[in-house]
T-cell receptor, first 111, second 118 residues
Framework: AQSVTQLDSQVPVFEEAPVELRCNYSSSVSVYLFWYVQYPNQGLQLLLKYLSGSTLVKGINGFEAEFNKSQTSFHLRKPSVHISDTAEYFCAAASSYKLIFGSGTRLLVRP | EAGVTQFPSHSVIEKGQTVTLRCDPISGHDNLYWYRRVMGKEIKFLLHFVKESKQDESGMPNNRFLAERTGGTYSTLKVQPAELEDSGVYFC????????????????FGEGSRLTVL
């Protein structure tokens, strides 16, 4: 079955600490992978995407993600988070001309 | 440039009533998608239009849901009659090219329409 799994529903972290949000995908989806972010009262916006090439992808706001084919993972990382990074993050994979989303991870940055 | 707009932002209706959600995509975007998120779960695909044609409606839950895209511009999603389990946030997204196009692959989302069925 086509699926994207985000095991952590919520990740609390202190400001300026590093963070990793985990994402695993099933091998039945394509390896076009995305991370979207939803800030409160806003729509989803693209953080970064992996289509091909280098397995380390850099996105906006200092986020990056690493594609790992052997582990079918696409974890999102940031070395030092800010209060403004508090939001919900969604991992997604392209499959049959649509995106398959995970259930989201709520990142809560505390001062 | 205006983004994807959705109306209403929030709708509260009784079970058995009808609700119509509207989405205005970014001008020039041929691809329009509807998604739904129920109470903290994953964002689930409902259907995909290319211009006015339904490319994929495999995610539509049942025949109480009807989506249209008049003239390949705005789209409506009607739920009739609404049931309790239809509650959730309905997202619309548009893109110039489909998600498997290596040059694009980005969907632009609206803020969503929150539907509450009592």
């Amino acid at each position: 079955a086509q699926s994207v799994t985000q095991l952590d529903s919520q990740v609390p972290v202190f400001e300026e600490a590093p963070v990793e949000l985990r994402c695993n995908y099933s091998s039945s989806v394509s390896v076009y992978l995305f991370w979207y972010v939803q800030y409160p009262n806003q729509g989803l916006q693209l953080l970064l995407k992996y289509l091909s090439g280098s397995t380390l992808v850099k996105g906006i706001n200092g986020f990056e993600a690493e594609f790992n084919k052997s582990q079918t993972s696409f974890h999102l990382r940031k070395p030092s988070v800010h209060i403004s990074d508090t939001a919900e993050y969604f991992c997604a994979a392209a499959s049959s001309y649509k995106l398959i989303f995970g259930s989201g991870t709520r990142l809560l940055v505390r001062p | 440039e205006a983004g994807v707009t959705q109306f209403p932002s929030h709708s509260v209706i009784e079970k058995g009533q009808t609700v119509t959600l509207r989405c205005d995509p970014i001008s020039g975007h041929d691809n329009l998608y509807w998604y739904r998120r129920v109470m903290g779960k994953e964002i689930k695909f409902l259907l995909h239009f290319v211009k006015e044609s339904k490319q994929d409606e495999s995610g539509m839950p049942n025949n109480r849901f009807l989506a249209e895209r008049t003239g390949g511009t705005y789209s409506t999603l009607k739920v009739q009659p609404a049931e309790l389990e239809d509650s959730g946030v309905y997202f619309c997204a548009s893109s110039q090219m489909d998600v498997l196009d290596r040059a694009a692959g980005e969907l632009f989302f609206g803020e969503g329409s929150r539907l509450t069925v009592l």
